[in-house]
């Protein structure tokens, strides 16, 4: 019984609360799921173990399940602490204890997280608490417990002790091993991945014109850091800060404009299509807010500080130029002139240009799915050795079927994310916010058999995800 969660993007959210004063409330926006809905899920395993008599769980956490990237915590005031941008094989004693650091505040004593990783670790040791009975049981079956990092915590496969210590925080048996970046299983015939390997912005490798995609990509990639990381870090987990550091706190408790725009900030990571996140900033809807203010007053002067920063930073500018196309005129030049001329500096960031930007970015949205195309490509799929390729990173739950040939039904499952999400309407005008949870299970050819039982089982999956409001 082998079952795969991803993207639970466990985060501190201490450092984003302004806290209460001046006889106003704080300011504070939830994004961990509660450890009841965890609670459920591995109680509903232990009953699913039961009735379709497996012989082990194997629960993968396949990638981004700490949020070590998008974190304020890498800064002390306007100061870097470490060096986040170097491959993570490479990192020094400042960003080993950075990254400590980050771990230690998401599973702070009394948090959301620390509940719900307790949950784990009880999982680790073989025990459950029974759902609705409320107390705890052995798990009915050998419970084995299985990682693999992400681009969000990359930085967990840095060092032997940041290793052990995301072990721990698991319930895992204790080892300084490297992490796997890609996991298969062969009884189930299921090939485990983060699924940033599909996306040239939060990988190191541009995978889109291979015909063939090996199982294992080199490691190097895997330790790299990606662009995806820079808009991560110096994108949107700085905004917050420097929104707070431009309005100040006091004034963003009682101005229910900066209030509302700070609360979105926080929040818009959890926005798909990501290209609308200029909409959702500037659509609240509130009659006493107009989109003229909300950029002007709010947005706009921390816009200016934020470009001032980044313009000229080294990382930036080498990325842009490994996605430059010598050749031919293209967005990346576009966004080089701008960044090497800093027109903000004296015309301010005009609305209008930023607008025509993202309306033609939402334009280009297609309903086909290129991260299916690409597991298409794996050469375990093109050869019939493995029938399913179970990724996540998108935060869209999927099925799609690969190929289908005298080698059988090959499946792509995307494990969504477990999460916030902000939906958009048609028009991206209008946002609203669903809690998501999703997993798949996948029976061996010896497990799930029926009754009376198939002859000639190979394996068979369950693949649920949902929607809900509840939890608050």
């Given amino acids: 019984m082998l079952v795969v969660i991803s993207d639970l993007h466990f985060e501190e959210e201490i450092s984003y609360t302004i806290p209460a004063g001046d006889g106003y409330d704080q300011v504070r926006f939830t994004r961990n799921l509660p450890a009841k809905a965890f609670a459920r899920f591995i109680s509903d395993l232990a009953a699913e173990a039961i009735r379709n008599k497996a012989r ?30 170097l491959p993570a094989n490479q990192a020094g004693t400042a960003t080993e204890a950075r990254v400590r650091h980050i771990l230690d505040a998401i599973a702070a004593p009394g948090s959301t997280v620390n509940d719900v990783l307790s949950i784990f670790q009880r999982l680790g040791r073989g025990f459950y608490v029974d759902i609705p009975e409320m107390y705890e049981k052995e798990f009915p079956v050998p419970v084995y417990l299985h990682y693999l990092p992400g681009n969000h915590d990359r930085h967990a496969n840095a060092t032997p002790a940041i290793r052990r210590k995301v072990r721990q925080l698991l319930g895992m048996p204790d080892s300084p091993a490297p992490f796997p970046n890609v996991i298969p299983f062969q009884a189930e015939r299921t090939l485990v991945r983060h699924g940033h390997e599909y996306d040239y912005i939060n990988f190191n490798q541009d995978l889109r014109e291979e015909k063939t995609i090996p199982m294992h990509l080199p490691n190097a990639d895997y330790m790299a850091a990606p662009l995806g990381d820079f808009v991560a870090l110096q994108f949107a987990a700085r905004m917050g800060p420097l929104f707070r550091a431009y309005h100040s706190d006091e004034h963003i408790r009682r101005d229910p404009l900066l209030r509302r725009v700070y609360l979105r900030i926080l929040e818009f990571d959890d926005l798909r299509p990501q290209s609308a996140v200029l909409n959702f900033m500037l659509n609240i809807p509130d009659p006493r807010f107009t ?43 576009i966004i080089q002139g701008v960044l090497k001329l800093q027109p903000w500096s004296l015309l301010g960031v005009p609305l209008g240009v930023l607008q025509e930007a993202s309306d033609q970015a939402l334009s280009s949205i297609r309903e086909n799915n290129p991260v299916a195309a690409l597991a298409a490509r794996e050469s375990v799929i093109q050869t019939g050795e493995m029938l399913y390729v179970v990724a996540g990173h998108t935060h869209r739950p999927d099925v799609a079927l690969l190929k289908c040939d005298q080698h ?24 609203g916010r669903q809690k998501s ?24 999956v ?10 608050p």
Avoid: C
Avoid at 56 to 85: N, S
Avoid at 408 to 431: I, K, Q, S
Avoid at 437 to 460: A, C, H, R
């Fill in 56 to 85: 082990r769980l194997d629960l993968v956490y396949a990638g981004d399940i700490f949020e070590i990237t998008r974190t304020p915590l890498w800064w002390e005031g306007d100061e870097m602490l470490a060096k986040p941008y």
């Fill in 462 to 471: 369950d693949y649920w995800s949902g929607l809900t409001q509840r939890w």
């Fill in 437 to 460: 949870l999703t997993y798949v299970t996948i029976y061996g050819p010896d497990e799930d058999q029926g009754f009376p039982p198939q002859p000639g089982k190979i394996s068979s």
């Fill in 291 to 333: 989109r003229r203010d909300i950029w002007s007053k709010a947005l706009e002067p921390v816009a200016k500080i934020l470009l001032d920063e980044l313009h000229d930073h080294p990382f930036l500018l080498y990325w842009l130029d490994r996605l430059d196309k010598k050749w031919q005129l293209d967005t990346v030049d």
């Fill in 408 to 431: 059988g039904e090959r499946y792509y499952v995307d494990t969504g994310t477990w999460r916030n999400r902000v939906l958009a309407t048609p028009d991206f005008t209008g946002f």
